[in-house]
Nanobody
Framework: QVQLVESGGGLVQAGGSLRLSCANS????????MGWFRQVPGKEREFVAG????????AYADSVKGRFTISKDNAKRTMYLQMNSLNPEDTAVYFC???????????????????WGQGTQVTVSS
């Protein structure tokens, strides 16, 4: 079973940084292609960043490219999102997600992910 738990969210001023973590606490022996999504009230959940099962490939939304860095440590069963140069438009609930272990590559579509965390709030003040 896959059980994802996000942490690291909080309140930060514009221009600041946060590092989100997503830990898989389930009892599994598999690795997963994973991703980060975010959602604000009144809008659909949107893709932020993705990483392949091995961690060798990454993908980013244009809005965060150059500012955010996704990474993962399969041995620790943890994925990270380093967020720099934050602005108020980054304010959202950030969700960790994982694809079925049979898929190796990244995906920008929420429909391609099978497991989701509960979300962590990121608030950037102006």
């Amino acid at each position: 079973q896959v059980q994802l738990v996000e942490s690291g969210g909080g309140l930060v001023q514009a221009g600041g940084s946060l590092r989100l973590s997503c830990a898989n606490s389930g009892r599994t022996f598999s690795t997963y292609a994973m991703g980060w999504f975010r959602q604000v009230p009144g809008k659909e959940r949107e893709f932020v960043a993705g990483i392949s099962r091995s961690g060798g490939s990454t993908a980013y939304a244009d809005s965060v490219k150059g500012r955010f860095t996704i990474s993962k440590d399969n041995a620790k069963r943890t994925m990270y999102l380093q967020m720099n140069s934050l602005n108020p438009e980054d304010t959202a609930v950030y969700f960790c997600a994982a694809r079925n272990s049979g898929y190796r590559g990244t995906s920008t579509s929420i429909k391609e992910y099978d497991y989701w965390g509960q979300g962590t709030q990121v608030t950037v003040s102006s």
